[in-house]
């Protein structure tokens, strides 16, 4: 029985197969198809955008699919939330739906955007957000452009996607408010996790992801420590757990072992060195199982 899987087309498809890739599994996408090919027998790949991708979970369709939060919430999809697949790097941050004014606009505050035209492509969120603040204005379905649109005085305000809002301040255009948060969900239907076999699929593959997506963050070190000066460096190490410890060959030394995040790296390292450690050896990894 083969598991259907849906695959984000656009801003999470790169981030999506580099996961997968890490977590064992090969996704290989033509240019031509929207049936991505790989060497799991099981597992059935098909390409959609991530807007649509809890649309075709709750329809039966997809078994399970990776999307954002924000287009669950805007399709009101009634599906299962298995996994979220957040890391510190930028390709799976954590982002924002923000409302966005030109920077010359007297729009200080949200409240004045009664009886103002906003665009955007997450209408249903916004809406309900706006009803929420007792706001009426008008909301309309942005195809994309959605900047150029409130640049150019077709619309009052707008409602976008941020990571860093960097781009909207190279648009010249200033944050007033965020309306919700979005981070990168493994999804699924009801019908398929009530059937054991694909439930079982289901949530391996949730194993494997989480596990991939925890390891893009850290590294592996390995080194060896004077005994003598062993508790000193421990109580020093930011280690995920406790580190490993072995015995060498040699008398007075011993091998630690650690993984710690990768930011952290280049601050140890020096003071590794300034107490004796010897032989550092820094080393990727492809998965953390918790």
Same mark, same amino acid.
């Given at each position: ?65 990776i ?23 930028q ?7 923000v ?10 505050d ?21 009803e ?55 999804? /699924?239907? !009801?019908?398929?996790?009530? &059937?054991? =076999?694909? #439930?079982?699929? %289901?949530?391996? *593959? ?11 963050a ?12 062993l ?23 011993? /091998?630690? !072992?650690?993984?710690?995040? &990768?930011? =952290?790296? #280049?601050?140890? %390292?020096?003071? *590794?060195?300034?107490?004796?450690v ?13």
């Amino acid at each position: 029985m083969k598991l259907k899987i849906g695959i984000p087309k656009g801003s999470l498809q790169e981030s999506t197969l580099n996961i997968f890739k890490k977590a064992g599994i090969n996704i290989r996408i033509s240019k031509r198809s929207y049936f991505p090919a790989s060497d799991e027998e099981d597992l059935e790949f098909v390409l959609l955008r991530a807007q649509e991708m809890s649309k075709y979970v709750e329809e039966k369709v997809l078994d399970c699919g990776i999307t954002g939060n924000d287009w669950i919430l805007d399709n009101g999809s009634n599906v299962v939330k298995v996994a979220e697949l957040v890391y510190s790097k930028q390709s799976l941050n954590p982002v924002r739906w923000v409302v966005a004014v030109p920077q010359d606009s007297d729009i200080q505050d949200v409240k004045q955007l009664e009886g103002k035209r906003i665009a955007t492509e997450l209408v249903n969120v916004t809406k309900k957000y706006l009803e929420e603040k007792n706001i009426k204005a008008e909301v309309e379905f942005s195809w994309g452009a959605t900047e150029v649109k409130v640049a150019t005085g077709l619309v009052d305000a707008i409602v976008e996607l941020t990571e860093t809002g960097s781009s909207l301040k190279a648009n010249k255009l200033k944050i007033i408010d965020t309306v919700c948060e979005s981070t990168t969900q493994l999804i /699924a239907n !009801e019908d398929s996790l009530n &059937e054991p =076999e694909k #439930k079982s699929k %289901i949530e391996n *593959l949730a194993v494997l992801l989480k596990g991939a997506v925890l390891a893009e963050a850290k590294v592996g070190l390995k080194m060896n420590v004077p005994e003598n000066k062993l508790e000193e460096i421990i109580s020093t190490l930011p280690a995920l757990r406790e580190p490993t410890i072995s015995k060498l060959v040699h008398s007075g030394w011993v /091998a630690v !072992e650690i993984v710690i995040d &990768e930011e =952290e790296v #280049k601050k140890i %390292i020096p003071k *590794l060195k300034k107490n004796g450690v010897e032989g550092i050896i820094e080393y990727s990894l492809s998965k953390i199982i918790p």
